[in-house]
């Protein structure tokens, strides 16, 4: 067989990565309670194993990408402040804000209300800079 009866194919469009998938279910489905692998593998139409492989060939663990889908999450609504801390922890499945107060410090290095604050001076500085 010759390769130039490959010629007329075009070739497959890229799909994107699981991992990516992944995150964006994360990221919306953040707020509707536990989000589980099996609830996210239900919403890529495929079984928990097939995601848990196909991850695993990617080199990302679920829990990972649970972790980063909710600390940009977390970032998210502690910048915005309409939230409380404890309303953020449920949205983002934490049964306790201790928990994740925890979490949070293992992510970025201080407490969500620390971080709070912080946000609220650098967007107060930037407002001062611009007027």
């Given at each position: 067989m010759s390769s130039s009866c490959f010629a007329n194919?075009?070739?497959?469009?890229?799909?994107p990565l699981t991992s990516e998938r992944v995150r964006?279910?994360?990221?919306?489905s953040m707020g509707e309670g536990g989000v589980t692998a099996t609830v996210v593998a239900a919403r890529l139409g495929t079984s928990l194993r097939t995601l848990h492989r196909h991850l695993a060939?990617?080199?990302t663990p679920f829990g990972a990408l649970l972790d980063r889908a909710r600390y940009e999450v977390a970032v998210a609504h502690l910048c915005d402040q309409r939230l409380s801390i404890g309303e953020i922890a449920r949205v983002l499945g934490f049964g306790r804000t201790s928990s994740f107060t925890r979490?949070?410090?293992?992510?970025?290095?201080?407490?969500?209300?620390?971080?709070r604050r912080r946000s609220a001076t650098r967007y107060e500085m930037d407002l001062s800079a611009v007027g």
């Open positions: 194919h075009p070739p497959r469009p890229s799909t964006r279910v994360l990221r919306e060939r990617e080199g979490a949070f410090r293992r992510w970025a290095g201080c407490t969500p209300i620390e971080y």
